[in-house]
């Protein structure tokens, strides 16, 4: 009840993906989006925000199956939380996945308990390591978000944590930087008592040392976060994306 303390949707929610419209509909303007710099792309289907497995079967069904009937998506990928994964859905996911590419996406957020409450995520690490478990047993793709920065994490605490989720059948790995986002929760507990926030440098170090420390199978798709500028209280790195690539890949390169 109440919703994560650090969490507004519209941060992470593109323009184009307006939910009062179809999903073709949002799906079409998405490939427009991108087609005048990608011309010839090829698409996964990216159920992004919110929880997507949180509705009966037949409807989850159907917005999977009106994804994967354009021609130029080639597979899905099902963002949701641990605590909200079903055997039924897992066995249609399993079918699917022999044919087309599926991956689902958990927000795992922390390892630890005592964050994992305080942020009000409702569930414990052990749902998460279950989930996974459970969905990779089925043969499907099994991914993790991980937020570094929350208040009372470690480090080697998280990199542990990771390393029992890879071993869980976790293969692929999204990190993103703590943002403090105006209207959330934590919002209004940092201007009360405020708690230490990654510069960037701190951060690529940290980065660094997870891809030094983890296991060399897990696939890393996302090392940092940027949310609206306008919504977003601290930190203030002035990086674009690719600028901060470029950071991490001479941190990385000094290392060889």
């Avoid at 941060?11 to 307006?18: E, K, V």
């Avoid at 289907?45 to 009106?66: D, G, H, I, K, M």
């Avoid at 039924?88 to 927000?107: C, H, K, N, Q």
């Avoid at 660094?208 to 296991?215: A, D, G, Q, S, Y």
Wanted: charged share 25%; aromatic share 10%.
């Amino acid at each position: 009840m109440g919703g994560c303390t650090f969490c507004d949707n519209a941060t992470f929610s593109p323009a184009y993906a307006n939910r009062k419209q179809s999903f073709s509909a949002q799906l079409a303007e998405g490939k427009d989006f991108f087609r005048r710099k990608y011309p010839d792309m090829k698409y996964l289907a990216y159920f992004q925000s919110f929880s997507n497995t949180y509705a009966p079967l037949p409807v989850l069904r159907s917005l999977y199956e009106e994804a994967l009937q354009d021609e130029d998506v080639l597979g899905i990928v099902v963002g949701t939380r641990p605590d909200c994964i079903s055997d039924e859905l897992l066995d249609y996911l399993s079918i699917l996945a022999r044919s087309r590419f599926v991956l689902v996406e958990y927000g795992v957020e922390s390892v630890s308990d005592d964050t994992l409450h305080s942020i009000n995520r409702g569930h414990g690490f052990r749902c998460a390591l279950d989930a996974v478990r459970r969905t990779a047993a089925k043969g499907i793709h099994v991914g993790a978000h991980i937020i570094l920065g929350l208040p009372g994490d470690n480090i080697a605490d998280t990199i542990q944590g990771i390393r029992l989720l890879h071993d869980s059948g976790m293969k692929l790995l999204k990190l993103h930087q703590l943002q403090i986002v105006r209207g959330t929760v934590m919002a209004r507990q940092y201007a009360e008592s405020p708690f230490p926030l990654f510069s960037a440098d701190e951060y690529i170090r940290t980065v660094v040392r997870f891809i030094r420390e983890l296991p060399p199978t897990i696939v890393y798709d996302r090392f940092v976060s940027q949310s609206p500028k306008d919504k977003v209280i601290a930190p203030s790195w002035g990086l674009k994306n690719h600028e901060f690539t470029d950071k991490l890949k001479k941190a990385l390169s000094s290392l060889q």
